[in-house]
């Protein structure tokens, strides 16, 4: 790691992300990407970023790349994630409540104890998402994938092959109680 003493503030180059830390502020910059409230972040690359506890309630993460993003806590309620990528992002207690999720890939984050209220899933990719005390009252599911995903009441969602003769089987899907892509 490097670090260069620019006035107050100090500069920090770590796996390739370029943090800005400055003495007294709030807000710091991750690549070119101001964290605050209704940041506008689109296409930011925010990949193993530590955003624990962060405030980007109504920001525009578009595109963004958050993959094993540390987002434990952070507020992302009326936040545009349209089509962003959050693979294996850590995301227990995080607040996505009335969030604009459409296509995005959560595919392998923990999502445990998310608020997900009301939030926009509409084709998201929720593969193997651990989604175990999630709330999801309102939230739009048409379209949304979630193969292999531990649900909310924390049991697993998965394919069960029934045997329908001497040489053939039947997939049939068991999905999280109470909810389908179909909704």
Avoid at 18 to 24: I, K, N, W
Avoid at 91 to 104: E, G, I, Q, V, W
Wanted: charged content about 15%; hydrophobic content about 40%.
């Amino acid at each position: 790691m490097r670090i260069k003493l620019v006035g107050h503030s100090v500069l920090a180059l770590t796996i390739g992300v370029l943090v800005a830390f400055s003495a007294g502020a709030q807000a710091r910059t991750i690549n070119g990407c101001v964290i605050k409230p209704k940041a506008d972040c689109r296409g930011a690359n925010l990949m193993f970023a530590n955003l624990k506890g962060a405030n980007l309630k109504g920001a525009n993460l578009t595109g963004a790349r958050l993959n094993a993003a540390n987002l434990t806590g952070a507020n992302l309620s009326g936040a545009n994630l349209t089509k962003a990528r959050l693979w294996f992002a850590k995301m227990p207690s995080a607040n996505l409540k009335s969030a604009n999720l459409t296509r995005t890939d959560f595919s392998n984050a923990n999502l445990k104890g998310a608020n997900l209220s009301r939030a926009n899933l509409t084709g998201a990719d929720l593969h193997f998402t651990n989604l175990t005390g999630a709330k999801l009252k309102g939230a739009k599911l048409k379209g949304a994938t979630w193969d292999y995903t531990i649900c909310p009441n924390g049991i697993s969602n998965e394919w069960t092959w029934i045997k329908t003769g001497p040489n053939s089987v039947k997939g049939v899907f068991r999905p999280c109680p109470g909810f389908s892509s179909g909704s």
